[in-house]
């Protein structure tokens, strides 16, 4: 009879054991989300611009969600975009910040290195590791994986193209044959968005880079739409003269 009981109490134990087990597990998965919204709100409500308290507030809460949840892609990298946003604003060209520089870049990259382990399909982790990397790097081999990949799992997401003529533009005296041709590729396929293709213009002027696209969108039917739209007129018509050839 012992036995028996015995035998009954040891699967008993181990279900319960395994209740236990499920029960923290979402708990944690709970806590962790709560903290990644918090980050996330923080974010948000400073519109990008975090200043040194939010932006650490912002850092230390999305750190506690991944130490949470360890295995949760996005945790890692929405930590590598808050690792990011903390260069805004520093010139990181500057010798006086070049470790810190460095250092923000390492810590981003491996962030999206976690994140990409644990999630090999969303293409915006992909460019972003592409992004930070070219920072480091330049236009690398291993920076045109990285966008190999994106553009495999992502072959149609304007943000993907967005982030590789980003790169181009960045590094645009620097430009191997292989990349030169990835521009012209992503400009087109970015030409087919209609008006969002304005986020482009946007980039690039920010970049001071806009009279190099200008001048490739002179180039090629597959440009007229463009040509002929308010955003052409307002970025490029007779405002910049070309300084830059074309790939075609």
């Known amino acids: 009879m012992t036995k028996l009981n015995m035998f009954k ?15 923290y ?22 519109d990008g611009a975090l200043s040194g308290s939010s932006l650490q507030a912002a850092e230390n809460a999305i750190t506690l969600a991944t130490n949470m ?10 930590l590598a975009h808050i690792k990011m946003l903390g260069l805004a604003g520093i010139d990181t060209t500057s010798s006086e910040q070049s470790d810190k520089v460095k250092q923000t870049y390492q810590q981003a990259e491996q962030a999206l290195l976690k994140s990409v382990e644990l999630r090999q399909t969303w293409a915006l982790t992909w460019i972003s590791l592409a992004q930070v990397v070219s920072y480091q790097e ?6 045109y994986d990285y966008i190999q990949q994106a553009k495999k799992v992502g072959p149609y997401k304007l943000d993907v193209h967005l982030g590789i003529i980003q790169i181009a533009l960045m590094h645009w005296n620097e430009l191997p044959p292989t990349y030169k041709a990835l ?20 980039m690039a002027k920010e970049m001071n880079r806009l009279p190099i696209v200008c001048l490739s969108l002179q180039f090629g039917s597959h440009y ?11 970025y490029c018509e007779l405002k910049h003269e070309p300084r830059a050839a074309s790939f075609e």
């Open 9 to 23: 109490a040891v699967p008993a134990a181990i279900l319960a054991m395994i209740v236990l087990v499920i029960a």
């Open 25 to 46: 597990t979402s708990m944690q998965s709970m806590r962790a989300n709560a903290w990644y919204f918090n980050a996330l709100n923080i974010v948000q409500e400073s």
């Open 69 to 78: 949840d360890p295995d949760h892609p996005h945790y890692w990298h929405f």
């Open 138 to 143: 330049g236009p690398t081999k291993r920076v």
């Open 183 to 202: 521009y012209v590729n992503e400009l087109k396929l970015a030409s087919k968005y209609g008006y969002k293709f304005n986020n482009i213009f946007s």
């Open 224 to 234: 007229e739409v463009i040509r002929n739209s308010w955003m052409f007129n307002k």
